[in-house]
Nanobody, 123 residues
Framework: QVRLVESGGGSVQAGGSLRLSCRAS????????MGWFRQAPGKERERVAT???????YYADSVKGRFTISQDNSENMLYLQMNSLKPEDTAMYYC?????????????????WGQGTQVTVSS
C-alpha cells in the first residue's frame, strides 16, 4: 500500500512562488509515474504535471515555463515548484503515483492519491 502526503500549499499574491511536496511511503523507485493534479471549485480535475520513471516530464500548457516537477527518489519525495503564480492557479493540488503502466499516460488510473493541499493565489 502506498500513502501520499502533500504539503507546502498556502496563500500567496500573484507573481509569487510556492513549492509543493509529496512524501510517498510504501512507494519504490520503480514507480512508473508520479504527478500533480489540481481541482478548483466547480471545475473538473486538471492534470498539471507528470514525471515518468525514465525522467521524462509532462506539463499542462497552462503551467509550462512556470512550474517544475521533480523527485528525490532517495527520499521518496515529489516536488512541484510553482513560480509566477496566477489567480487561476488557485485550486486543491493532489499528488498521484502509479506503480505500473496501468496507471496510464496521465498517471490517473490504478494509482494512489494524496489528500491534497490548498493553493490560493490572490490578485
Amino acid at each position: 500500500q502506498v500513502r501520499l502526503v502533500e504539503s507546502g500549499g498556502g496563500s500567496v499574491q500573484a507573481g509569487g512562488s510556492l513549492r509543493l511536496s509529496c512524501r510517498a511511503s510504501g512507494a519504490t523507485r520503480s514507480d512508473y509515474c508520479m504527478g500533480w493534479f489540481r481541482q478548483a471549485p466547480g471545475k473538473e480535475r486538471e492534470r498539471v504535471a507528470t514525471i515518468y520513471i525514465g525522467g521524462d516530464t509532462y506539463y499542462a500548457d497552462s503551467v509550462k515555463g512556470r512550474f517544475t516537477i521533480s523527485q528525490d527518489n532517495s527520499e521518496n519525495m515529489l516536488y512541484l515548484q510553482m513560480n509566477s503564480l496566477k489567480p487561476e492557479d488557485t485550486a486543491m493540488y493532489y499528488c498521484t503515483a502509479g506503480a505500473t503502466v496501468l496507471a496510464g499516460v496521465a498517471c490517473d488510473r490504478n494509482n494512489y492519491w494524496g489528500q491534497g493541499t490548498q493553493v490560493t493565489v490572490s490578485s
